[in-house]
């Protein structure tokens, strides 16, 4: 049996440089923190001449191409995976759809499984580079290269997305006691499934292919709110920090009427109200996860949940995708 985890992640600074379509003509840069949630995958070798995948659905196929789940049938050709009797489980701490990476986690998950089952090792960099030709390129997915590689390297790291498509990873610098501060100032709440994500990422998509003025300049200023970002958490200034984050939301929000709507809008003025110095909604919009950062995050807390929402607690992961049996 071997078992695969691949950790969830949080967009710090900088989300939205990380696709294609914009990094290519102008580079990008972000901060990306992985999270103590996880998206786990298993492979166990059956007496069985079929192959067999577990998620939603039950898959049970005697070819390659019968597989329904793009992922999985991609990775198995890319590898060259001798299939036969192959069981495949897909499990998750929290459920798809909801704007933290799960996707691209779970491709990282079974591509380190995969180069397990076939004895081979694989360097973070070089997973989440296969797994961004998998979604990517393969399937035509509209999507940035930041969950893939949060996802393969864990902790609080720096991306820069280089016009030829080198992407540049670093751990952000900065101190043990201003990393659990950090942590201890943020909460998550979740406002509902997301099922405006794709839409809004192929818009955007197509904004910036047609070199839209208005999107390419809210991009470039998110970037730089990256860079600033950076500066903060270097040098420990979390309230500047938490004022940042509300300055990305502002900005965001301006990228596409489906990023938010009345109730988020609502929620986060409560938020701001019981004291939140900044927040933003995690992934492409639409729902999700609110996240915010709080010098009193009880008094936050309080109020979130008296309105219904629900908190999910977490700490940060520094293991990146990770193999736990083998």
Same mark, same amino acid.
């Given at each position: 049996m071997i078992i695969v985890r691949s950790p969830l992640r949080l967009s710090l600074a900088g989300g939205g440089t990380d696709i294609p379509s914009y990094y290519r003509e102008?580079?990008?840069?972000?901060?990306?923190?992985?999270?103590?949630?996880?998206?786990?995958?298993?492979?166990?070798?059956?007496?069985?001449?079929?192959?067999?995948?577990?998620?939603?659905?039950?898959?049970?196929?005697?070819?390659?191409?019968?597989?329904?789940?793009?992922?999985?049938?991609?990775?198995?050709?890319?590898?060259?995976?001798?299939?036969?009797?192959?069981?495949?489980?897909?499990?998750?701490?929290?459920?798809?759809?909801?704007?933290?990476?799960?996707?691209?986690?779970?491709?990282?998950?079974?591509?380190?499984? %995969?180069?397990?089952? +076939?004895? *081979? !090792?694989?360097?973070?960099?070089?997973?989440?580079?296969?797994?961004?030709?998998?979604?990517? #390129?393969?399937?035509?997915?509209?999507?940035?290269?930041?969950?893939?590689?949060?996802?393969?390297?864990?902790?609080?790291?720096?991306?820069?997305?280089?016009?030829?498509?080198?992407?540049?990873?670093w751990p952000a610098p900065i101190s043990q006691e201003v990393c659990h501060n950090l942590e201890d100032s943020l909460a998550m709440f979740f406002t509902?499934?997301?099922?405006?994500?794709?839409?809004? %990422?192929?818009?955007? +998509?197509? *904004? !910036?292919?047609?070199?839209?003025?208005?999107?390419?300049?809210?991009?470039?200023?998110?970037? #730089?709110?990256?860079?600033?970002?950076?500066e903060a958490l270097q040098g420990g200034y979390l309230n500047e920090f938490g004022k940042l984050l509300d300055d990305h939301w502002q900005h965001k929000k301006r990228r596409s009427k489906a990023i938010t709507n009345s109730k988020i809008d609502e929620w986060y003025e409560l938020a701001i109200m019981n004291g939140a110095t900044g927040g933003k909604l995690i992934g492409a919009g639409g729902g999700g996860f609110l996240l915010f950062h709080a010098n009193d995050k009880a008094r936050l807390r309080r109020a979130m949940l008296r309105s219904g929402l629900r908190e999910v607690r977490f700490r940060f992961d520094f293991e990146g995708t990770k193999v736990l049996a083998e």
């Open positions: 102008h580079e990008g840069f972000l901060i990306s923190a992985a999270i103590d949630k996880y998206v786990y995958v298993t492979l166990h070798h059956a007496f069985t001449s079929e192959l067999v995948v577990k998620y939603s659905k039950l898959e049970r196929v005697a070819s390659v191409d019968a597989i329904e789940h793009p992922v999985v049938r991609e990775a198995i050709k890319m590898l060259n995976v001798d299939w036969q009797g192959l069981e495949i489980n897909y499990m998750a701490d929290i459920p798809a759809g909801t704007e933290l990476g799960s996707a691209s986690s779970f491709t990282t998950s079974l591509l380190k499984a %995969l180069h397990v089952y +076939n004895r *081979k !090792i694989v360097h973070p960099h070089e997973l989440a580079q296969l797994a961004c030709e998998i979604e990517i #390129e393969r399937l035509g997915e509209p999507i940035g290269k930041q969950d893939q590689y949060i996802a393969a390297y864990g902790g609080i790291t720096c991306f820069r997305f280089h016009k030829d498509d080198r992407v540049e990873s509902g499934y997301s099922p405006q994500a794709r839409l809004i %990422l192929e818009e955007q +998509n197509e *904004k !910036i292919r047609q070199a839209d003025d208005e999107t390419l300049n809210n991009l470039h200023y998110v970037k #730089e709110l990256g860079l600033r970002s950076l």
